[in-house]
Structures are given as structure tokens and as C-alpha cells.
């Protein structure tokens, strides 16, 4: 049973920074496969905020771009998502999502297998 738990979202004032976490458990060494974060605001979709594969990390929103960085620890089956410089319009839910190798873009929604309950996000 995959389970993606998500952890660190808050409220923050603008300017400010956040980290968020994801624990991944019941699904064996991470190895080739690839994670995400994602996130929700009521004004729009769920749209992709970054994600990462062996190749490395890609910035899926120009509005976070310089603001924000993907890394995981797959030892200990960990993905992060460090925010900083925070904005209002950064406000919302952030899911981590997680699928086997894949040559979609990191940044497809759709592809993605697994996913954590989300964690709030709020800045004002």
C-alpha cells in the first residue's frame, strides 16, 4: 500500500519561506521513478509546481521560478519542496505525486500514479 504523506505547509507571511516535506512508504526503492509537487488554489486546476528525475529537477511555474527548489532523498524516501520569498498568490493546497519512469513530462498532471492528502499552504 503506497502511501505519500506531505508535512511543513503553514501560514506565512509574504516574503517568507517554507519547506515542505513528502514521506513515501509501501513502495519500495525509488530508483528510476519520479516525483512531483503539485498544488490547488480555488482560482485554478491543479497545476504543477516542479518536479524531479534522475536527469534532475524542472521548474513547472515561471511564477515560482528563483523562488523555489525540488530535491529528494531517496534513501529515506523523502521528496522536499523549499519555497522562499513567499507570495499570496503562492496560497494553496501542495500535493507530492509520485509514478514509475516515465518520458511524459514531469510536469503532467495526469501521469502521475500516487498522491499525498495535501498540506495548506497560506501566505498573506
Known amino acids: 500500500h503506497v502511501q505519500l504523506v506531505e508535512s511543513g505547509g503553514g501560514s506565512e507571511q509574504a516574503g517568507g519561506s517554507l519547506r515542505l516535506s513528502c514521506l513515501i512508504s509501501g513502495y519500495g526503492p525509488l530508483g528510476t521513478s519520479q516525483m512531483a509537487w503539485f498544488r490547488q488554489t480555488p482560482q485554478k486546476e491543479r497545476e504543477g509546481v516542479a518536479g524531479?528525475?534522475?536527469?534532475?529537477?524542472?521548474i513547472c511555474a515561471d511564477s515560482l521560478r528563483g523562488r523555489i527548489a525540488i530535491s529528494a532523498d531517496k534513501a529515506n524516501n523523502l521528496l522536499f519542496l523549499q519555497m522562499d520569498n513567499l507570495k499570496p498568490d503562492d496560497t494553496g493546497v501542495y500535493f507530492c505525486?509520485?509514478?514509475?519512469?516515465?518520458?511524459?513530462?514531469?510536469?503532467?498532471?495526469?501521469?502521475?500514479?500516487?498522491w499525498g492528502q495535501g498540506t495548506q499552504v497560506t501566505v498573506s
Open positions: 524531479i528525475s534522475v536527469a534532475g529537477p524542472r
Open positions: 505525486a509520485l509514478r514509475p519512469f516515465s518520458r511524459e513530462s514531469l510536469c503532467e498532471r495526469e501521469s502521475y500514479t500516487y
